[in-house]
């Protein structure tokens, strides 16, 4: 990464690198916010099964996150 002086641009690059490698591509194209968000979307629902009771709210709930679920995936398929 290079030095932009005090106003550098707003569109920085994060990758995490190991001893072993990269993890993550954190860049638009990388696969790290697909991961990321896909599984913050898993954890959100694991919450939902385990803390709602089973009903109208529920429903909508799982609906709500199987339609962000689909369009991050959709939004990468139509990235490439």
Request: charged fraction near 10%; include cysteine.
């Amino acid at each position: 990464m290079t030095y932009e002086g005090s106003n550098p641009s707003l569109c920085t690059i994060f990758v995490v690198v190991s001893h072993a490698g990269v993890l993550m591509d954190m860049a638009p194209s990388g696969n790290g916010r697909l991961v990321v968000a896909l599984v913050v979307l898993g954890l959100l629902a694991v919450l939902v099964w385990r803390t709602m009771e089973p009903g109208k709210f529920q429903q909508l709930t799982w609906l709500l996150l199987g339609f962000f679920a689909l369009r991050v995936v959709l939004t990468r398929v139509r990235s490439r």
